[in-house]
Nanobody, 120 residues
Framework: QVQLVESGGGLMQAGGSLSLSCAAS????????MGWHRQAPGKERELVATYNNGGATKYADSVKGRFTISRDNAKKTVHLQMNNLKPEDAAVYYC??????????????WGQGTQVAVSS
């Protein structure tokens, strides 16, 4: 069993900042990628940012220069610092991870999601 538990999020005015955190736990042998996706009402889920275990990061064009992803491999956590928030950033944000478990199985895991709301 693997769990991803998110924290953070909430309501912020446009131009403000919020941070999200996610902790992975369970039968984990190795985490390859950790990151964030989001889904706004009426829209498809989209990649926000990822951080692989080689240290490479990837961002959606819409958040480049405003969001920063970081990762603590020892703690199995990933964080997303969101600055200069825009109304279009409002969505449910999901922590995601590609994990190789102690049962020698690969899996793509998702957290339960945390709401980010941005007022204009």
């Amino acid at each position: 069993q693997v769990q991803l538990v998110e924290s953070g999020g909430g309501l912020m005015q446009a131009g403000g900042s919020l941070s999200l955190s996610c902790a992975a736990s369970g039968s984990i042998f190795m985490i390859v990628d950790m990151g964030w996706h989001r889904q706004a009402p009426g829209k498809e889920r989209e990649l926000v940012a990822t951080y692989n275990n080689g240290g490479a990061t990837k961002y959606a064009d819409s958040v480049k220069g405003r969001f920063t992803i970081s990762r603590d491999n020892a703690k199995k956590t990933v964080h997303l610092q969101m600055n200069n928030l825009k109304p279009e950033d409002a969505a449910v944000y999901y922590c995601t991870a590609r994990i190789y478990t102690n049962l020698q199985e690969w899996g793509d895991y998702w957290g339960q999601g945390t709401q980010v709301a941005v007022s204009s």
